[in-house]
């Protein structure tokens, strides 16, 4: 079992920063993959960043050139750098670990709220 905890999150205005992170329980293995998902009321749970055990990294089109997911595998932590804030980025957001198949986990959540 892996247990993952997501902080960093809360109220920023407009074109501000806010990084999360991901921790995991005991020691970061390497073959665990990374997503950060996000869920704003109504909508569905979107993926908006992933990088692998291998350091491949993808990027939802709305994020792109605004937030950087990072690893720190000495630290079992994930981050997500989040930089030039907008209104609807406002949402929950989650961490996913996976190993390709098999279990999944995922952390309990962090709210974003950005707003003047």
């Known amino acids: 079992q892996v247990q993952l905890v997501e902080s960093g999150g809360g109220l920023v205005q407009p074109g501000g920063s806010l990084r999360l992170s991901c921790a995991a329980s005991?020691?970061?293995?390497?073959?665990?993959?990374i997503g950060w998902y996000r869920q704003a009321p109504g909508k569905q749970r979107d993926l908006i960043a992933r990088?692998?055990?291998?350091?491949?990294?993808n990027y939802a089109e709305s994020v792109t050139g605004r937030f950087t997911i990072s690893r720190d595998n000495a630290k079992s932590t994930v981050y997500l750098q989040m930089n030039n804030l907008k209104p609807e980025d406002t949402a929950v957001y989650y961490c996913r670990a996976d190993q390709g198949v098999g279990f999944d986990y995922w952390g309990q959540g962090t709210q974003v709220t950005v707003s003047s």
């Open positions: 990088i692998t055990s291998g350091g491949m990294i």
């Open positions: 005991g020691r970061f293995f390497s073959i665990y993959h």
